[in-house]
């Protein structure tokens, strides 16, 4: 058994995700702000779409929900504290409830910070992580609804406590600036210069329209191990630290 994990670019710099069970075919769409390149996959991978997951309700994840719904036939899951501002939401998920993909399942870690139901969805077997905007390459999301604390737990105490080789599949394509700021403030990190290089190298490639991207212009995903040792915030001793971080990322 085997989760494909399809990279489909979306609106300026969004990440839509297709995972595909390999066994049985069937797949899910995870954050989806447009549906017409999410179909055009869908068909040329011969995908059959049971669910449609959101991480959270900002509209540049889940605009489309109600579209690929009402197409694919298929109900839509997000945080239970979402049932008024995500559209389409069908299936209200927890912490520690379990997502089924074809043979495949992700568990749910509820993340709030960003927003207040933002959830991730953890493919053990696929060692893969699908973030939303709570953890980014070299980064971590706006505090909207939250505060340094509970992004620090969100970090920390439960995305950062996985194991390194898990992949993660983030938002949006924000590694390069994210990278930017990681040097500004661990100018010593070699690790952080060393990756910052190979990044400026792939974006150098990028397609004037971002819906064109080929795989080898994305820098997503990264790994934990990569995270721990690049991503400031992730790194952050406790959360007056990332609370700093953050705000000084806001005015970057």
């Not at 899910?28 to 991978?45: F, I």
């Not at 495949?104 to 973030?131: M, N, Q």
Request: glycine content about 6%; hydrophobic content about 40%.
């Amino acid at each position: 058994m085997a989760l494909r994990i399809e990279r489909i670019p979306t609106l300026r710099d969004n990440y839509t995700y297709l995972l595909v069970c390999e066994a049985t075919g069937e797949a899910a769409v995870v954050d989806a702000p447009e549906a017409a390149p999410v179909v055009r996959r869908v068909e040329s991978c011969g995908a059959r779409v049971r669910q449609v997951l959101s991480t959270h309700h900002h509209p540049d994840h889940c605009a489309a929900n109600p579209e690929l719904a009402e197409r694919f036939g298929a109900p839509v899951l997000g945080h239970v504290s979402d049932a008024d501002r995500l559209p389409g939401l069908t299936t209200g998920l927890e912490e520690g409830d379990v997502v089924r993909v074809g043979a495949e399942t992700a568990r749910i870690l509820h993340v709030p910070a960003h927003t207040r139901g933002h959830i991730a969805y953890v493919f053990d077997a696929a060692k893969a992580i699908f973030s939303g905007d709570t953890l980014f390459a070299a980064g971590c999301g706006r505090l909207f609804e939250g505060t340094p604390a509970m992004m620090f737990t969100a970090l920390s105490e439960k995305l950062g406590r996985l194991p390194d080789d898990y992949r993660v599949f983030c938002g949006h394509e924000y590694t390069e600036s994210n990278l930017r700021f990681a040097a500004h403030v661990e100018p010593e990190n070699r690790a952080i210069a060393e990756k910052l290089e190979r990044v400026r190298k792939l974006r150098a490639r990028r397609a004037a329209d971002w819906h064109d991207a080929a795989a080898e212009e994305m820098t997503i995903p990264s790994t934990l191990a990569e995270e721990w040792a690049t991503n400031p915030f992730l790194r952050a001793r406790n959360a007056a630290e990332l609370g700093r971080l953050r705000a000084e990322k806001d005015r970057f």
